[in-house]
């Protein structure tokens, strides 16, 4: 079964609106980390934000926040004022377990293309 | 900023040969992980290593594929005896400790097998 889906192959936004791209996940672990990743055209992954499943609140990194909602396993990213530079592969990835069981392994979405038009 | 970094940006080699990747991490780093990436497609883990030795690999990683940690910031990938399908982008990364919120992933390498 799909560990994590996203389930936006392609979006559109306006240059300076906000954009939610959508991620649910699935694990049985109490323990786990979810992060989100800018992929350019460049090809190298850009770390975005992270969110610990114990964390009360959402987290935030400038312009991105983690919209978690931990009941529906869904952990959206939300990109405030896109701008052109914005436009790239989103992916959103979980590191299960705790202590000797967490590896450290990500496990990654198929993504979501965003697009910032002007 | 420390990066990790990873050479080459791109390798062309023909089926059957052998191929290393290589990597230097963030040198405070102790966790290093090798994925990949088969274009337009998900990214995929294959393997970390902490401590001289695998904590964990994919079904991906099979007998064709060896990692090694050869001095104090080297990192590298070997793939034994490359197939067309293993032509794909590989990223490596590394984080300071199991559960660090953030995992830095080098630029990659683009591995072509014709």
């Known amino acids: 079964a799909q560990k994590i889906t996203q389930t936006q192959p392609g979006m559109f936004v306006q240059e300076k609106e906000a954009v939610t791209l959508d991620c649910t996940y699935d694990?049985?672990?109490?323990?786990?980390?979810l992060f989100w990743y800018k992929q350019p055209s460049s090809g190298e992954m850009i770390f975005l934000i992270y969110q610990g499943s114990y964390d009360e609140q959402n987290a935030t990194e400038g312009r991105y926040s983690l919209n978690f909602q931990k009941a529906r396993k869904s952990a959206n990213l939300v990109i405030s004022a896109s701008q052109l530079g914005d436009s790239a592969m989103y992916f959103c990835a979980m590191r299960e377990g705790r202590g000797s069981s967490n590896t450290g392994k990500l496990i990654f979405g198929q993504g979501t293309t965003l697009q910032v038009k002007p | 900023e420390p990066e990790v970094t990873q050479t080459p940006s791109h390798q062309v080699t023909q089926m059957g040969q052998e191929v290393i990747l290589r990597c230097v991490p963030i040198s405070n780093h102790l966790y290093f992980y090798w994925y990949r990436q088969i274009l337009g497609q998900k990214v995929e883990f294959l393997v970390s290593?902490?401590?001289?030795?695998?904590?964990?690999k994919s079904e991906i990683f099979d007998d064709q594929f060896s990692v090694e940690r050869p001095d104090g910031s080297n990192f590298t990938l070997k793939i034994r005896s490359t197939k067309l399908e293993d032509s794909a982008m590989y990223f490596c990364?590394?984080?300071?400790?199991?559960?660090?919120?953030?995992?830095?992933f080098g630029p990659g390498t683009r591995l072509t097998v014709t």
């Open positions: 694990t049985s672990d109490q323990s786990y980390g």
């Open positions: 290593f902490y401590n001289n030795e695998i904590s964990e």
């Open positions: 990364a590394s984080s300071e400790f199991r559960g660090a919120y953030e995992q830095y």
